[in-house]
């Protein structure tokens, strides 16, 4: 996805006017002598400097708001008010999705995953598709989505297979732990522990990669018990329907699994809940997984 035509012509109305502003103060590209950088043959590199300097001094951006050299309307400098939050630094380009593509920000201890929109062009067609591709930025907010400031430094880096499989892991954790952030205009949350121990348990290998995470959760949050068992149970179901398929049971039948035992079985779901009440005591009831056997496929 990119930015409408409108909104590519008023993102670079703003940021050519604060960069020629930035060029005046700490000067590093000679005769930039307007507020416009296209089609001047500006070298690339010069202009990244010039992105650099700006956000390495944000405060140019309050004093080009207060000073207001070129009578931008309210809407305007709400616009470039909302450029002090900013984030620069590296990230990995992960995918390219219809509405975004995926950065994940790289080296930082609490990564963060962001949905980034295009400017004039698509993102993809800027970066390519053999992903993921290391990029230093800065992204930006822009009518309630994120862009990036128009300038990509490239890392010319192969990532060999283990280090795949860890920017991997941590970007599907970072995923879990905030989301896909779509906007820089709100605080960013992160979400309920619940949904992380979900993600740790999803599969066996995430669960032993994952063994010291899940144990200080539940330390820290005893009351995921009831998940950590039912999501046990659940991860243990293709197991025990096959076995019992290979036993020939045929008929369906309600399981009540602990972990990966089958401690209760019948026709009914009721029939079942009956029977861990009578062999279970109350406290424990709830770290049942309940499923239905539907029989050989």
């Not at 300097?53 to 050299?69: C, G, Q, R, T, V």
Request: glycine fraction near 6%; aromatic fraction near 14%; proline fraction near 4%.
């Amino acid at each position: 996805m990119k930015l409408s035509k409108e909104e590519v012509n008023l993102f670079y109305k703003l940021n050519d006017s604060l960069l020629f502003y930035t060029n005046q103060k700490y000067p590093v590209i000679k005769g930039f002598n307007s507020p416009v950088l296209k089609d001047k043959g500006y070298p690339p590199e010069k202009i990244a400097e010039l992105n650099k300097k700006l956000y390495d001094h944000p405060e140019l951006i309050d004093s080009f708001i207060a000073e207001n050299p070129f009578k931008f309307n309210q809407e305007e400098l709400n616009v470039l008010k909302g450029w002090r939050k900013f984030i620069k630094g590296e990230f990995f380009i992960m995918s390219h999705l219809k509405e975004y593509s995926v950065f994940f920000e790289a080296y930082k201890d609490e990564p963060k995953v962001y949905g980034v929109v295009g400017l004039c062009d698509e993102i993809e067609n800027v970066v390519g598709n053999d992903l993921p591709v290391l990029v230093k930025t800065v992204l930006l907010p822009f009518k309630g989505k994120i862009v990036y400031c128009g300038v990509f430094n490239f890392y010319n880096v192969c990532f060999g297979w283990n280090i795949l499989r860890e920017i991997k892991r941590d970007y599907q954790e970072a995923k879990v732990k905030y989301g896909i952030i779509l906007s820089l205009d709100s605080p960013i949350i992160e979400k309920g522990k619940e949904e992380l121990l979900k993600y740790y348990l999803r599969n066996e290998n995430n669960r032993i990669e994952y063994a010291d995470e899940i144990n200080q959760i539940l330390r820290d949050n005893p009351s995921l018990l009831k998940i950590y068992y039912q999501e046990i149970g659940k991860s243990n179901t293709r197991r025990i329907s096959k076995k019992l398929s290979k036993l020939g049971v045929a008929s369906k039948l309600y399981l009540a699994i602990f972990e990966d035992v089958v401690i209760a079985s019948g026709k009914t779901k009721e029939e079942v809940k009956k029977q861990i009440e009578n062999i279970l005591p109350e406290e424990k009831r709830d770290f049942i997984y309940l499923f239905k056997y539907k029989g050989p496929k």
